[in-house]
């Protein structure tokens, strides 16, 4: 591995270390390889602990708009430490809410060498139903001004590229990543010989795990020994539909995800969704979980339909897959070893780190 010359960078993050999917996998991952090199870093969110652990929950509005504030008075004290750092590594938004002024006072007033990633379509609106009061707070049509302002921008996957070569000509693609150390699969002895297809995600995108709603009632009384499970924050509340659900936790994930027999990622085709950059589908593919995706976005490059998982689009596509799936083991072992290899090969993070460390060098 190379060494970078640099003395310090500041991450600046929507949410608290540890704490959000688009951050961890994106590139908190990288950070223990910046610490064996030496390189100094520091990392500062706009929302506090305090107000995350309400920020998608119903209500508190008065603790959000506070934490908001919070965020915002800390956006500005950075200012005065900003002759610390060599470059500040953006992701999604310096701020939560209102335009880019903050990108725009580091960049063009304060001349910092900013690198910029993201990994949704977020010029897009899209708020959770949580936070429809704030949602006048948002400025999605900014994501295009912070690009411009941008020394370096990272994008997901080929769609966000192609947006940000608007705004910039130095965009560099790198996928989400999957620690495969950590992702490994887990041999989870059962007790009984239910089949479980699982979902995870969050309370921004459990609206897509009920767009198979009627296929996986269907399924249900075609085969009742599946068992339904969805992993998140927040559950989902149908009485059509019979879904184990548990809360996720980050200390008990890999474990929770290990006993899933398939795994699901249905997306609506839309251009919020074509941003999507198939992480759930990785950490399926990385366990050896045989995956389905619809052919959105992404998913189309990374799955190879019947090779390493499978893409389905209508209801009776998945009826038909996901039923040749649960009738055969052999097939279910498979495609989950090609699936993991898929990802070693192309979506870890060793192989992928030299071109995100080639980006912080230059």
């Known amino acids: ?47 506090d602990e305090k107000t995350w652990t309400v920020f998608y929950k119903k209500g508190f509005t008065f603790q959000k708009i506070l934490g908001i504030l ?83 921008v990272i994008a997901g996957n080929n769609y966000l ?26 041999k989870i002895v059962r007790q009984n010989e239910k089949i479980r297809i699982g979902w995870t995600g969050t309370i921004t995108t459990n609206n897509h795990l009920k767009l198979l709603f009627s296929v996986l009632v269907k399924l249900k009384k075609k085969y009742p020994q599946v068992e339904l499970v969805m992993i998140s924050n927040t559950n989902i509340a149908d009485p059509s539909i019979e879904i184990s659900y ?30 999507k950059c198939g ?7 990385a366990l050896e979980i045989p995956t389905i995706m619809s052919p959105v976005g992404v998913n189309t490059e990374i799955i190879e339909d019947g090779k390493n998982g499978f893409l389905a689009t209508s209801d009776t596509d998945w ?15 498979k495609i989950g070893r090609a699936g993991r290899k898929t990802v070693v090969e192309n979506y870890s993070i060793e192989s992928q780190k030299e071109a995100f460390f080639k980006i912080i060098q230059e």
């Open 161 to 186: 590229a192609n947006y940000a070569l608007q705004f910039n000509i130095n965009v560099k693609v790198i996928p989400t990543t999957i620690d495969v150390t950590y992702h490994y699969p887990h």
């Open 246 to 275: 548990q809360q996720w936790n980050k200390n008990t994930e890999i474990e929770d995800l290990s006993r899933f027999d398939i795994g699901i990622m249905p997306l609506p085709d839309d251009e919020w969704a074509k941003g």
């Open 319 to 333: 009826i038909e897959k996901l039923s040749r799936l649960i009738e055969t083991k052999e097939l279910r072992e």
């Open 279 to 285: 992480f759930k589908g990785l950490q399926y593919m």
């Open 70 to 152: 919070k965020g915002i008075l800390k956006r500005h004290f950075i200012l005065f430490s900003l002759h610390k750092y060599d470059k500040l590594f953006i992701h999604r938004e310096a701020c939560l809410v209102g335009p880019a002024y903050f990108e725009w006072l580091y960049a063009r007033v304060f001349r910092k060498e900013v690198i910029y990633d993201f990994d949704d379509a977020i010029w897009i609106k899209d708020v959770s139903d949580v936070n429809k009061k704030l949602s006048w707070l948002k400025f999605p049509n900014k994501t295009g001004k912070i690009i411009t302002y941008s020394t370096t």
């Open 1 to 47: 591995m190379f060494r970078i010359n640099m003395t310090k960078i500041l991450f600046l993050t929507p949410y608290p270390l540890n704490s959000a999917p688009s951050q961890r996998f994106r590139f908190e991952q990288y950070l223990q390889f910046l610490q064996n090199e030496n390189i100094k870093y520091e990392l500062t969110s706009f929302l």
